[in-house]
């Protein structure tokens, strides 16, 4: 009985230190590359910057939209954009304008 729980404590003891061991972390190498930000997105939406949005903004070349829950937008939300929670998106596509880029937005 003696040995089976000295057998028990040792296999413990190893396999904790073989856990806590960072040398398969140092020679493992990441399985998932990030991909290159000139790749197109899958969607094929076009991404702008925050500055790039700024300026359209200043010029009113573009209308913000908030996907977010209403709750959301209520607490708070960037200064001209409208509530347009994610699931109604289609039922108001003919009230937004043909004539400025569309920008929405969920965080």
């Not at 949005?53 to 996907?67: C, G, Q, Y």
């Not at 607490?75 to 569309?102: A, C, F, N, R």
Request: charged letters at 20%; one cysteine or more.
């Amino acid at each position: 009985m003696r040995y089976s729980i000295l057998l028990l404590f040792i296999c413990a003891i190893t396999f904790a230190l073989g856990c806590n061991s960072n040398e398969t972390l140092l020679t493992q190498k990441p399985m998932i590359q990030a991909p290159s930000p000139a790749s197109q997105p899958a969607d094929n939406a076009r991404r702008i910057t925050v500055e790039e949005l700024h300026k359209l903004w200043e010029k009113n070349d573009v209308l913000i939209i908030d996907t977010r829950p209403e709750s959301a937008y209520k607490q708070e939300h960037i200064k001209g954009s409208i509530s347009m929670p994610t699931g109604t998106v289609l039922d108001h596509l003919s009230e937004l304008p043909k004539d400025k880029l569309i920008a929405a937005y969920c965080t």
